[in-house]
């Protein structure tokens, strides 16, 4: 049995985990922003010394191969894909994505060094803007659905930037990025590591998650339009004020998800007025809201209450109100074939494993949709993620290393 080199992915993690520090401690690396290409260059730097090779598709996922484990295979066949993403959210951590990223290189350079004869090609994946500045999911969205042109530039970032400006200053070419797709039989199966990102694991002493399916995803911006006025002058019966009800309808999301089911979860994590003065009785207030909830009537509910409940604060306050939702991510069931491959192997090496399910997104949901896919959890210390705090013991990133290699191999040559 192949093992991967525990160490040199330790050491690349680190690397990795110290492109875009800031200095609160956390990760800044947005989507095709400055810091998000020095670590793309660092993992194409990887990528090179090992001999591998790196193309770019249309919509900026990188995609790598063997030449020399393509040339003892047929590398027209459909290829395993193991991979994840290296954009982080503000202040995040270093192990989401991260760890599928450089895990996948590491076991691709294994395959390589080892002159591994498979059954089938194996690819690995960087997927690009997994955390969605600019929509959920991005790049495994694009190459699973493709976005049309006119899509393309209706997109904004947190920031306010066009994802048009940003793409094409980053290098980009937006004529290709349309409508880029993955063409038919491109992939026989996939499989993803990653980090739990929640406390079962670490709470119950379990070594790998075997995830068993994919929460659906939805979210968007809901606009509340008011009127500005003198923040003294005008009495407080006589407003039209966005702030006021943007504050009525943050504090109501818990009970819209409630309402829905108990697995149902919403989030507001930025709020902003306009025009914006200290002085002035904000105008509109731009509310954004990541909505999630694992069936997909559940979902469909979720959104229909929300909208419902934005209409019912904006006509108490007088206000009107514009949703703009993506369309959802739909849940994933994850394929049951992979699922017994991954808990083989964790038997196989002596590790613990329980199914689990994902409250995260992962552009793994988008790729089930074109190929039979997995994903493999290791524990998240104290259940932290999205937040610099976020830590894994080096032993199960070991673990979720080699694990992730004994799929692949498994996967390859099924
Ligand atoms: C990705 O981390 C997500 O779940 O939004
Ligand atoms: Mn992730
Ligand atoms: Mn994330």
Redesign the pocket.
Known sequence: MTSIDAQRLKTDLINLGNIGRRPSGGLGRTSFSAEDAAARQWYFDRCAEAGLEVTVDGIGNLIVSSPVADELTDPTRPAVWSGSHIDT?PDGGAF??ALGSIAALECLRRIHEEGMALARPVRCIVYAD???NYA??FGSRAITRGFPRSELEALTGRDGDRFVDTFTAAGGDVDRAANTVLPEGTIDSSVELHIE?GPTLEARGIDIGVVTGI?A?GGGTITLRGRSDHAGTTPMNARKDAGVAAGALLASLPDVAAGISERAVITSGIVTFAPGGANVIPQAAHVTV?F?EPTAEGIAALESSLIARAKEIAAEYGLDVDIDFEQSVPPAPLDEQVQSIITAAAEERGLSQVPIH?????DSQNIATVAPTGMIFVPSIGGR??CPEENTDWDDVANGGQILLDTIIGLANR
Do not use: I, M, N
């Not at 994902?358 to 992962?362: L, R």
């Open positions: 959210v989401d994505g997994e955390e969605g959920h999911l990102q929460v995803v990541d999630r994902s409250g995260a997104g992962h993620s999205h």
